[in-house]
């Protein structure tokens, strides 16, 4: 079966319609919906489409609040504390990069902690919301438990992703885009479906014994990259996102599908004004030079070496030009939800 | 034979002289002086007082300059650029993070970025001088070549430390100070040493294959943690200290033994004002209660479970209260400066 690409602007409405018609604002559905096809189009599908039936539930339920009133609590120089009022991770990170780029236009940087919020999807994108202004965009966010304390098996800590987007002058930005586990649990569901055993050194069963049963391993938790150094980063993350925000933090973080009640997410975001620092142009030549220097690197297998972000970013022109490929599964959740919201199929 | 314990602070200033008889103003020789003992109290020997010949040589060649005239280039809001005129790397970012902090008391937040500097130690130092001021530190460094960009198997990245340090109650602060690569370099020069093999994962040889030999490895390059996502990190970092701050990169950083001429290497510095994002006590107890509830959880071999930089902190401490082990080859280096700038032998 040859797969049919779907033009991305019409899908992006369409998503963006479905949170509308279910009650949410109109500025605050096309914020939702471009974060999410932006994840879809880049390939990052665990954090795309598949996730509005989730999010639009957790509005349905009350588990986000539709109404939030995200609001500034506290400002001071280029430092500022929003409360999301349990609303979308997603409006509040949107918010939150733009006033952190307001802050760095003005100081040099600006720092904006938010608390009270929620699943913001894929952290690279408010990052390059804010390397599009000729800054260095650094986001991150804490989530529920995955990975233990170094020495412990009890996963407190979130995956907890660091992005940074950096310019270039010709080129799409570096966008880095890292959590701190070896790999996501989406990989070891993806083996449990298969049945498919997993490498040692992916994660501990829930007794803290290494696994190769991505049952137990799902039971268990994910190991961090380099030992104590990813569960040390993963920890930074989360007394930064969560305990300096005043969010939840070490263990305390639910899930996005527990309809219980708010997470209580925590996010941080950084914008560096490259002005500030170098003569901007220089900076973004100097960063085409580090792309086309890494590029011309002689490689360990022959094939092509990618910059980071550099396939994300190339996915994303392609989903945008040519239109973007729906798994069959989401795109029958997708028509649900569109009979359910008085709204056309996408197909 | 019984390892001596030495009088912390008698060493300390013994090193401190070292410098000012090579002709170090006073005030830059304490801070390098308190700096490397830090390294060494707190078991980062490879970052200890081995490396004051080396530091005194650069001095003596003038590859770093004695005289340098560290001066703010640019500053805006909390934002600041330090030329560090090719002095010590530990000057600059000592004066960095003190500018820093001044910074975030005033607009919440401060970034200092450094260039034209040189090897600075441990990225911990600077990160605890911040987070005494009820802040958080984060810093980092780029460094000499060590890491590939993912993909390729030469050595374009540093190892690129990122220190963050995080101030608690009633006991020392959380400090994560980790390098992007699975090992430091020094323990696969220790494997040659002994002429053990060293584990495959550590290091590609130059041709970019595995390697268990550590002399291979030495030529080639160290294996980043999580593949991706440690050389990503390493870029990143790479790019903020390098091409922002208008210092070397991409390879060009030079080693500290190398005394052909400045070393070129950037630094970043952030501090976070704690007081603008929650209440300072609020956020310093329940940094507390992260520290109790992570030190009770259940351990993977029934052993204590050790936060972030806290074996480092008991070393120190029990460095600064009994004394300093001093390895007998590095006494030896010691009493040899010792004797070339007319000061009396350490023992």
Redesign the interface.
Known sequence: MKEERMPFYAVKEFVADIFKNAGLNAAHSEIIADSLICAEARGIKSHGLVRVSTYVSRMECGATNKNANYRIE?I??????LDADNGFGQVAAYYGSKLAVTL?K??????V?IKNSNHFGIASYYAMLISDNDM?GIVSTNSSPAI???????P?LGTNP?A?S?PSKTKKP?V?D??AS?VARGKIRLAKLKNEKIPIGWA?DPY?KDTDDPDLALKGSLLP??G???S??S??ID??CG????SS??GEVKNVTDMSGPSKTGHII?A???S???DVN??KR??DR?IK??KS?????N??????GEIENNAEEKAKSEGIILDPKVREELNKLADKYNLNKIL
Chains 1, 2 share one sequence.
Do not use: W
């Open positions: 506290k001071k120089g280029a430092a500022a504390l760095a003005r100081y040099g940087t600006g720092v902690g260095i233990a304390p170094f020495g412990s098996y009890i407190l660091l940074v950096i570096i880095l890292m959590s070896v501990l803290g990259i380099g104590p150094k990813g040390g980063l920890l930074v007394l930064i305990v300096l925000t005043g933090f070490t950084m560096l004004d490259i500030c620092f170098n220089k900076f100097d960063i580090v220097k890494i690197l002689p490689s360990v297998n094939s092509e070496i990618f910059l980071p």
